[in-house]
């Protein structure tokens, strides 16, 4: 099934973890609303602008799909509202920033990025229908663990 023109279903729902402890990563009518509109709000517009594959890394996950991840069954993953991914070639800091910029999310995530290393972490950004917070975070690791602050 597509979603937009250069997205499907499959790409986004694609999990190799669901694949192998068999769990059902099949998206609700609900879910499949939300993954289209994620795919025509930001994943589309996205390709569109850098006319590069948009490789996703993680879309949709099954709320026990989460859980198995050591994710929240909360997340929007689970609602279908959030991809990962990342462009090669392009440094996932321009190219978070170009999404801050020019697109509307709710939240977007420059995850792991090191300056170093320009093709370091991955790009999380969600989208939602309705009273996106236009939320821009890096995640790093402190100590261990995994914190949140603001993009430099």
Same mark, same amino acid.
């Given at each position: 099934?597509? +979603?937009? /023109? ?5 790409? +986004? ?12 990563? %099949? ?12 795919? %025509? ?27 198995? +991840?050591?994710?929240?069954? %909360?997340?929007?993953h ?15 800091k321009?190219?978070?920033? =170009? ?13 792991? =990025? ?19 917070r ?10 261990? /663990? %995994?914190?949140?602050?603001?993009? +430099?």
């Amino acid at each position: 099934m597509s +979603l937009t /023109k250069n997205f499907s279903l499959l790409e +986004l729902t694609k999990s190799q973890t669901a694949e192998r402890k068999g769990i059902d990563n %099949t998206p609700s009518a609900e879910h499949q609303d939300n993954l289209k509109s994620l795919c %025509t709000n930001v994943l589309q517009p996205i390709r569109d602008h850098f006319s590069r594959v948009v490789t996703i890394s993680s879309g949709y996950r099954s709320p026990t799909l989460c859980v198995a +991840l050591g994710s929240r069954s %909360t997340s929007q993953h689970a609602k279908g509202e959030a991809a990962d991914f990342e462009i090669f070639g392009v440094s996932n800091k321009e190219l978070a920033d =170009w999404i801050n910029e020019n697109l509307d999310y709710d939240q977007l995530i420059l995850e792991y =990025w090191k300056e170093s290393d320009p093709n370091s972490g991955w790009v999380h950004c969600s989208y939602t229908n309705s009273g996106n917070r236009k939320q821009y975070l890096r995640a790093y690791k402190e100590d261990g /663990k %995994t914190k949140y602050g603001q993009v +430099l």
